[in-house]
């Protein structure tokens, strides 16, 4: 009997071993419930995070958690960041898509730590809202209406949301916003304008042609994001 609890405690810590893991900034990778996906490279996703995002912007991730949560279905979506940790769905097609999700929810870690330099100059918020109002008439003419106070308002909205999501769908809306926002989820709202648009700096820092064409205020602001030391000093 003691043999086979042995045996059985041993095969656990063997399993923790191999699952949670600590990264070398020192964020703890923990393994909820394993994916579904076993062929994702979990360690080659978050080194890939680690070599793409500063390791000054990463201060505020103190975990990344990677499971199933009721978030993901009450809100529709696959990664949220709260209270020190990204939590990512464990339901991931390939490691791009993993490394896309901790991407953008490092930007909202981001926010938490350089909200004032974000937004208090009010440079991203009215490119935003003149994308916005540029949005609604765009949608107007193609028959999708809905009231222009929806349009105005910064912040998440879920019926705003949820008609642009499923009333429109994003298919539809790429065509409709191409060259106005980098992708249709930029314009559910201020933050998710700001993430969307941290996420293609990151992933793509080779090329920020199209970012810095479409969202040219943003980017300017992902610039000073990127350079720590000007954001420290100002």
Not at 101 to 117: K, N
Request: hydrophobic share 35%.
């Amino acid at each position: 009997m003691m043999h086979k609890e042995y045996i059985k405690a041993s095969h656990k810590r063997i399993n923790e071993e191999v699952t949670n893991f600590y990264t070398q900034t020192g964020i703890h990778v923990y393994f909820k419930d394993q994916l579904y996906n076993d062929k994702i490279d979990v360690e080659k996703a978050v080194s890939r995070l680690e070599s793409l995002v500063p390791t000054q912007l990463l201060t505020e991730i103190e975990m990344i958690i990677i499971g199933h949560f009721d978030e993901f279905e009450e809100r529709d979506i696959t990664a949220f960041y709260k209270d020190g940790a990204l939590h990512i769905s464990n339901i991931q097609n390939d490691e791009n898509e993993l490394l896309e999700d901790m991407v953008h929810e490092t930007a909202h870690a981001v926010e938490t730590a350089y909200g004032y330099e974000i937004y208090a100059d009010l440079k991203i918020k009215n490119e935003f809202l003149a994308k916005r109002e540029h949005l609604y008439n765009l949608l107007w003419k193609t028959g999708f209406k809905a009231p222009k106070s929806l349009f105005l308002q910064p912040e998440y909205d879920y019926e705003f949301d949820q008609f642009l999501y499923k009333d429109i769908g994003y298919a539809k809306l790429s065509q409709i916003l191409n060259g106005l926002f980098i992708s249709p989820y930029s314009p559910t709202s201020l933050r998710e304008y700001f993430a969307t648009g941290f996420t293609e700096f990151y992933l793509h820092p080779n090329d920020h042609t199209f970012l810095k064409q479409v969202s040219p205020a943003l980017y300017a602001k992902l610039e000073k994001i990127n350079n720590v030391e000007s954001l420290d000093n100002s």
